[in-house]
């Protein structure tokens, strides 16, 4: 206690009162010595403000980095996002390229019935792998979260209200959504601009929805080619979507559901080999038996 | 009031040109900081009390600077670092409490 004592009681510094003491007791010092000592303290003085400026600068420059650095960051995943994009188009282009060779290769005036039934196969194997394009009648679904008051908020959980956190729309529900839709007839379902296959995932990173790895962020559209009034009905009043209906009910998540004609895109070929099987004779000719068993030994 | 002058001044140019703190440096920043406070309000309570002594004002930031430098130097060597800034804080902070304190009876009380 005693230390805390002596700060109290020294925080006016001993020396300035001796100081004061010893200036009363001896002569006036002389006006040389008195304006070098005030020339002191004013440098000292300015010191001190300088001081004072540069943590100040600091302060705010360490703030600013932290922003620039995220802005930076931003800058780069869009850069890299359009990367991203491009290189997948060049990749649709030359998958493009291969079918019309394909097509090719199998047509032609002399072609065969085996020719040509593997032209149909593939054609309706394209199909139900979504794999291709397609278009037709169906419904859009817009799937809006609850409005939020700042859009840098979107990334943040949601605030708990009344003890009972926030929801917003989450993988689940378009899984839901989605699931409903093909039981109710969709024959082909695209969510944003990702057309969903067997093999495709809904999943959720955070707060953000994922299909097949590529984010998308609200609103969600979902798109089927399917009977309009069916897929509506099952929409508005039907199992698939109920949980939508519940979202809308209790977390104030919006959606809306319009007819018309819808375009899917096609989610290409998919890249490795599940299944192959030797096809018999090789269809495409200077093929020799050897180099097809490689070719299964290959494509596993 | 031509030290009020000088801090004014040095604030001024400390903020329009903006020198960069070399980065060994960066880490007294703080307390450097801390130390100025205390001894500017140190000075204005001499000055209201009628002791205030030039050489004693200089040498006594310069000191107090320095051996709160060191303090925090010795401390990240030591590996105590934050408890001894902390304590370097601390106290520099009752001091310019108490300055404060009665420099505000000056000025508004007694």
Redo the contacts between chains.
Sequence with gaps: MSLLDEVVADSLDPSFVAAARRRAAQDNPSSVRRRLSRLLTVVAVAGIGLVLALGGNAASAGALSAGEVREDLITEIERQFLAVDELRRHNEQIRAELAELRRAALSGPARTEDQNELLARIDRLEAAAAAVPVEGRGITIEVRDAPFEDEADFLEPRPEEDDVEVRRVGDRDLQALVNGLFAAGAEGVAVGDYRLTSLSAIRSAGEAVLVDYQPVLPPYTISAIGEPATLEEAVMRGEAGEGLRVLRDTEGVTFDVRRGLQRLPGAGSFDALRYASYAGEPILSSRRPESSESARGRGQ | M??????????????AV??A?PEEL?PY??I??VA??D??L??L??VL??????????????SNVVVAALMVFLGDKLGVGPQLSTGVVV?LG??IF??AA?IRRHLLGA
């Design positions: 031509i030290p009020v002058l000088g801090l004014i001044l040095g604030v001024v140019v400390g903020f903006s020198p703190v960066q920043l703080p450097a900081i100025a406070l001894a500017v140190g000075g309570r001499a009390d009628g002791f205030f002594d030039d050489k004693v004002f200089v040498v006594s930031f310069l106290v009752i001091r108490s300055n009665a």
